[in-house]
C-alpha cells in the first residue's frame, strides 16, 4: 500500500482505467460461474435467476472493457460510496483498540477515508478521469502508514 497509493497518484487516468478494467473482469468471471450455477440449478426459477444475473454481470463487465471511461465514471462513484464505509469502519477499529498504542491513527485514517468519500461525491462526474486513481492512492497510502505504524506498536508492546 505504501507503494500503490504513490504510484496510483502520479498516474490517476491509468490507474482508475486498471481499476476499471479489474472490476470488469471480476464481473466478467462472476458473470461465467453464475452460467454455471444456472445449469447445476435443479429448478426452472433458479436457473433463470441465475442466468438472468450471470447475463448482466457479465454484460456489464463487457461494457466496461468496452467503454473504460463510462466505466470509471461509475466506478467513481461506487469509491465515494467504497471509501464511506471504510471510513466509518476504520472509526469503530479505531473504538474498539481505543486503548491499543498507535490507535490514533487508525483515527486519523478514518478521517481521511471520509474527507476522500466527501470529495469525490462532491465532484462527481466532472473529475472522474483523475478521482479514482488519485483519491484511492491516497486512502492506500494512508493506510499503508496506519497499519504499518500500528503494527509496530503492537509488536512494541509485545516484546
Not at 22 to 30: C, D, G, M, N, P
Not at 37 to 61: Q, V
Not at 62 to 67: E, P, T
Request: glycine share 8%; net charge positive; proline share 4%.
Amino acid at each position: 500500500m505504501l507503494v500503490a497509493g504513490p504510484l496510483a497518484i502520479s498516474v490517476p487516468l491509468v490507474a482508475g482505467v486498471a481499476v476499471a478494467a479489474l472490476v470488469a473482469w471480476l464481473l466478467i468471471v462472476s458473470g461465467l460461474f453464475h452460467f454455471a450455477f444456472a445449469w447445476s440449478s435443479p429448478a426452472a426459477g433458479a436457473f433463470i435467476w441465475e442466468f438472468l444475473l450471470g447475463l448482466a454481470y457479465f454484460t456489464i463487465g463487457v461494457y466496461i472493457l468496452a467503454h473504460p471511461l463510462a466505466g470509471l465514471a461509475s466506478l467513481t462513484l461506487a469509491a465515494a460510496i467504497y471509501l464511506f464505509v471504510e471510513g466509518v469502519l476504520e472509526f469503530t477499529l479505531w473504538f474498539q483498540l481505543r486503548t491499543t498504542p498507535g490507535k490514533a491513527w487508525l483515527l486519523l485514517d478514518g478521517i481521511v477515508t471520509l474527507i476522500l468519500a466527501a470529495m469525490i461525491w462532491r465532484t462527481w462526474p466532472s473529475s472522474a478521469a483523475w478521482v479514482v486513481g488519485t483519491l484511492v492512492g491516497v486512502s492506500m497510502f494512508f493506510s499503508g502508514i496506519s497499519r504499518f505504524v500500528l503494527s509496530l506498536a503492537v509488536r512494541r508492546r509485545t516484546e
